[in-house]
């Protein structure tokens, strides 16, 4: 379900970005076969991996996990339904579900060059879009 978000700059929607890749999820894990519950985040773009590590703790632990081709990072081992439930407005879908996810992304960009922020939104929106066709290609469900 992840793959689908790398970008591919021959295919939809991926070609129609306009600015480098800037934004990456992060997913809480809750009941994925495979990972351990926690804390992951997708580095998209992998001149990214250093910023996004100085950024966040400097006691996760920036594990790489699944496929070869997948840039999936493990940083925290927890269970987070409880934190999921909290920040998406104490809804329970969010601690009852695979994973919650986010989408990060470096505001710098957007403070320098104002019309940037729009692209951040463009990508994300192409990222939960993805992420619901893959969701529904797999039998399962998505909600934002």
């Known amino acids: 379900m992840l793959a689908c978000l790398l970008v591919r700059r021959d295919t939809?929607?991926?070609?129609?970005?306009?600015?480098?890749?800037?934004?990456?999820?992060a997913l809480l894990v809750h009941r994925v076969d495979g990972l351990?519950?926690?804390?992951?985040?997708?580095?998209?773009?992998?001149?990214?991996?250093?910023?996004?590590?100085?950024?966040m703790r400097p006691e996760w632990?920036?594990?790489?996990?699944?496929?070869d081709h997948l840039p999936l990072y493990f940083l925290l081992p927890y269970d987070l339904r409880a934190?999921?439930?909290?920040?998406c407005c104490h809804q329970d879908i969010a601690a009852d579900s695979c994973f919650a996810l986010w989408m990060l992304a470096?505001?710098?960009?957007?403070?320098?060059?104002?019309?940037?922020?729009?692209?951040?939104?463009?990508?994300?929106?192409?990222?939960?879009?993805?992420l619901y066709l893959e969701a529904e290609a797999t039998g399962k469900r998505a909600t934002g």
């Open 12 to 25: 939809p929607p991926w070609n129609a970005l306009v600015s480098p890749v800037a934004v990456h999820p």
């Open 83 to 87: 934190v999921a439930k909290l920040i």
């Open 61 to 67: 632990l920036w594990q790489k996990t699944g496929p």
């Open 106 to 130: 470096n505001f710098e960009i957007a403070l320098k060059q104002p019309w940037r922020y729009r692209h951040l939104f463009w990508e994300c929106r192409m990222l939960g879009q993805a």
């Open 36 to 55: 351990e519950p926690g804390l992951y985040v997708l580095v998209r773009n992998p001149g990214a991996l250093p910023s996004l590590k100085q950024a």
